[in-house]
């Protein structure tokens, strides 16, 4: 079983319209969260990073909230676009001197015109 | 001024045959590490260094040799190629030990026909 777990698996959405992709971790100590996007043939990109004390991140149309006690993060895409589609993300990463970082199976976001 | 680049993009070869493919970064991080992705996406790490110094080294085939000539360059020779081995290639790099997050390269497709 996975430390980081997202859900849903796959997303199909209209272009323009709001979506949340969710992720609960139980890795501890937790250290930081972060997002990455990955477009189609290219390498993840960090879209946010929160540390245990930050609730809320926003990059652009994009929305990350975390909830420490529970180990829930959801990524929200605002007004989504055709560019929006890709795979997310997420992983976490203990507070220890090995850093080392989970990573979830990720969410494939497909937005449709 | 790519930060992170790894050749070749595409890599197509027969099985048994060795292959190597290369990565560089110019970010000036200490640790780089090397991913396989699956053709269900899946992100999962393989090898890390830290300075040219083994610290990650995941259940992976002993045909898979990782080398860091220094702490820009981390290489990855595979022998004896098999079907299996087929997959999306990508390096990455961090400052520390990616608690600070990582940077990714594009990629190398592996195809073992």
């Known amino acids: 079983k996975n430390q980081v777990e997202q859900s849903p698996q796959s997303l199909i959405i209209l272009e323009g319209k709001n979506c949340t992709l969710q992720?609960?971790?139980?890795?501890?100590?937790?250290?930081?969260l972060r997002w990455y996007k990955q477009d189609t043939g290219r390498g993840p990109v960090s879209l946010t990073i929160?540390?245990?004390?930050?609730n809320t991140k926003s990059n652009g149309r994009y929305t990350a909230t975390l909830d420490a006690d529970t180990k829930q993060s959801s990524l929200h895409i605002t007004a989504s676009q055709l560019s929006d589609s890709a795979s997310y993300i997420c992983?976490?990463?203990?507070?220890?001197?090995?850093?080392?970082?989970?990573f979830g199976d990720g969410t494939t976001l497909t937005v449709k015109p | 001024d790519t930060a992170v680049s790894q050749t070749p993009k595409y890599l197509v070869t027969q099985m048994g045959n060795d292959k190597s493919i290369k990565c560089e970064q110019n970010?000036?991080?200490?640790?780089m590490y090397w991913y396989k992705q699956d053709s269900k996406k899946f992100l999962k790490i393989m090898f890390s260094y830290n300075n040219k110094e083994l610290i990650i080294n995941e259940t992976v085939p002993n045909r898979f040799s990782p080398k860091s000539p220094d702490k820009a360059h981390l290489n990855l020779h595979i022998n004896s190629l098999e079907l299996g081995d087929s997959a999306v290639y990508f390096c990455?790099?961090?400052?520390?030990?990616?608690?600070?997050?990582?940077?990714f390269g594009s990629g190398t497709r592996l195809t073992v026909v």
């Open positions: 970010l000036g991080h200490d640790t």
């Open positions: 992983v976490v990463s203990f507070r220890s001197n090995a850093g080392k970082s989970t």
């Open positions: 929160m540390t245990f004390s930050e």
């Open positions: 990455a790099s961090s400052q520390r030990t990616g608690r600070d997050g990582y940077t």
């Open positions: 992720c609960n971790y139980t890795v501890s100590p937790f250290s930081n």
